[in-house]
């Protein structure tokens, strides 16, 4: 999977991004496992509105209810942290 980052001079930089299991997967999975509430961490320095709306919805369908929701670092070739509009 890749995303787009726009750079400063209007270009556009193809980013590859790692597949791996996401939060809710693996909360799921060890809920589902060994029977504890697990409390998965969001990263939504990068998420849209949406895509954080969506997150603790998937979550809540699981029943998942403790999330600590995190701003992120910057980008790592960013030099400041830059929200997502």
Same mark, same amino acid.
Request: glycine share 8%; proline share 4%.
């Given at each position: 999977?890749? %995303?787009?980052?726009?750079?400063?001079?209007? =270009? /556009? #930089?193809?980013?590859? %991004?790692?597949?791996?299991? $996401? !939060?809710?997967?693996?909360?799921?999975?060890?809920?589902?496992?060994?029977?504890?509430?697990?409390?998965?961490? =969001?990263?939504? $320095?990068? &998420?849209?509105? #949406?895509? !954080?709306?969506?997150?603790?919805?998937? =979550?809540? &369908? /699981?029943? %998942?209810?403790?999330? /600590?929701? /995190?701003?992120?670092?910057?980008?790592? !070739?960013?030099? !400041? &942290?830059?929200?997502?509009?």
């Amino acid at each position: 999977e890749y %995303i787009y980052k726009e750079r400063e001079n209007g =270009l /556009l #930089e193809k980013i590859a %991004i790692r597949k791996r299991p $996401g !939060t809710v997967g693996i909360c799921a999975a060890i809920m589902n496992k060994y029977h504890v509430d697990a409390v998965p961490h =969001l990263i939504c $320095g990068g &998420f849209s509105r #949406e895509e !954080t709306e969506n997150a603790l919805i998937d =979550l809540q &369908f /699981l029943g %998942i209810d403790n999330v /600590l929701a /995190l701003r992120g670092d910057s980008i790592k !070739t960013e030099a !400041t &942290f830059k929200p997502h509009a």
